[in-house]
């Protein structure tokens, strides 16, 4: 039903180019084989990110001309309010400039020195302020959540089991907040069913703790669970929406992700108490509560994003492209994490480049292919950017939203068909430039070919 057609037009358009082989070669060299050197432009296609890299619509745009920039009260943040309460059901919103400033203003309140955080998985940021606060942060993953093949509809879940094992452990007294990340980011953007944000939220009311909801792709969410979830097979992406927050205490959230905007987020709640905490520490990092650290107009934008993301046909295209991405590459005997997720595919690069040894970065090795073959970026998320893990070597391509057509992905899959082909001829990287904090490593390290490729054969 969503699989080809989309339901809008192309009103304003940017041009991409292909850069030519020799142009693509020289441009990985002078990038140190590592993608996020690359200059935007010597890029096709862009798949390193759907955060902020989607395409707004028209009346997205008409709310950026009709943005009140008055400092305090402005109109603009009237309209994120209602938003907010019509689409997620919570009364106070603190607007920041974008998700990480939420869990900045939320986590900044609640979590202390010594406390433990469990999430189903932390997302990166979320980690680092629970980190920052002198906290720990645990996962709580869903037992299948690393097996790429496994089929379930909700690999995302939160494992109560695993929570209840770290009460044993840490004491209930050290777990302030218990988190869940919807959709499941670090878990290849696998789904949470409502059940199970029911069974966290019990779990957390039972031991004290404030029940947060990582909500920022909450609406891609919903729509999984309206199509697999058997209660909700009746009810609206919006419905679904509601009720599945409506178990959460509080949300972070990245407007970058489900409210369809380029930069922007908000934390909110229902607790007067805790929206008084969490304002203040807002004004300190963010700016006056009215526009926390955004222009109006990006607080007007976000406004209509929110109300767009739940209304359909809009988000069950979005994932259902996603999925088309997946079984394009399928199609093109590319293995890759099933089933796909909201946001992004998956590719197993040590099935892809079977031959190039996991210290030689086979992740990173199919992310300079798929660039030198066809001009398209993907990130690497495995043994390069997780040092000292045991992570299976993965390659994400993430779609923005509204922006490829199928022509674009067909493009993808004949790419990454194109190097499984050639294979032969990627060897392997090593690292050559690496900054002082190595989980930072991924974002700026250079690496060299180990051997000159080869010719194709
Ligand atoms: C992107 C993201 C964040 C952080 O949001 P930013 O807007 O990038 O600061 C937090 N949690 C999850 C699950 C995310 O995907």
Redesign the pocket.
């Known amino acids: 039903m969503f699989c080809r057609m989309r339901s809008y037009k192309a009103k304003m358009v940017e041009p991409i180019t292909l850069p030519s082989r020799e142009e693509r070669e020289a441009a990985l060299d002078a990038a140190g084989y590592n993608a996020f050197n690359l200059d935007a432009e010597d890029v096709f296609i862009d798949l390193l990110t759907d955060?902020g890299t989607g395409t707004m619509s028209a009346d997205q745009w008409a709310a950026l001309m009709r943005g009140d920039e008055a400092y305090a009260g402005s109109r603009s943040f009237s309209e994120l309010r209602d938003a907010v309460r019509d689409v997620m059901g919570f009364e106070y919103v603190v607007p920041t400039h974008?998700?990480?400033?939420a869990?900045n203003v939320v986590y900044g309140v609640l979590v202390e020195e010594g406390d433990v955080v469990p999430n189903n998985a932390h997302?990166d940021?979320?980690r680092a302020h629970v980190a920052n606060q002198g906290a720990d942060p645990v996962d709580c993953p869903h037992e299948l959540a690393h097996d790429a093949d496994a089929d379930h509809p909700f690999k995302g879940n939160f494992d109560i089991d695993a929570g209840w094992e770290l009460v044993e452990e840490v004491g209930e007294d050290s777990i302030p907040v218990v988190v869940q990340?919807i959709t499941n980011?670090s878990v290849a953007g696998q789904p949470v069913s409502v059940e199970n944000t029911r069974e966290v939220a019990a779990f957390a009311d039972e031991i004290d703790a404030t029940f947060v909801i990582?909500a920022?792709?909450f609406a891609e969410n919903a729509y999984f669970v309206q199509q697999r979830e058997a209660e909700f097979s009746d009810a609206s992406v919006a419905e679904i929406a509601r009720e599945q927050l409506s178990y959460a205490d509080a949300v972070?959230m990245?407007g970058?992700?489900d409210a369809i905007v380029n930069i922007g987020?908000f934390a909110a709640m229902n607790d007067p108490e805790l929206f008084e905490l969490a304002k203040q520490r807002g004004i300190l990092y963010e700016g006056f509560p009215t526009y926390g650290g955004l222009a109006g107009r990006d607080v007007a934008a976000m406004a209509v994003g929110l109300r767009e993301a739940v209304e359909p046909p809009y988000v069950g295209e979005r994932v259902e492209q996603v999925a088309e991405l997946g079984r394009l590459l399928t199609d093109a005997g590319i293995p890759v994490y099933e089933p796909t997720g909201g946001h992004a595919v998956y590719i197993d690069a040590e099935a892809v480049l079977p031959h190039v040894p996991k210290d030689q970065f086979p992740g990173q090795e199919l992310v300079c292919a798929l660039y030198l073959e066809g001009g398209v970026r993907g990130v690497e998320l495995g043994g390069f950017a997780f040092p000292g893990t045991d992570r299976p070597d993965l390659v994400r391509l993430a779609l923005p939203r509204r922006t490829y057509s199928r022509e674009h992905l067909e493009h993808v899959a004949e790419t990454a068909a194109a190097v499984k082909e050639s294979a032969a001829s990627y060897g392997g990287l090593e690292i050559v430039e690496e900054p002082p904090m190595r989980e930072l490593r991924h974002f700026s390290a250079r690496l060299e070919p180990t051997e000159a490729p080869s010719s194709a054969d």
């Open positions: 955060s974008q998700g990480r400033g869990e997302f940021t979320t990340t980011n990582d920022c792709r972070t990245s970058k992700k987020g």
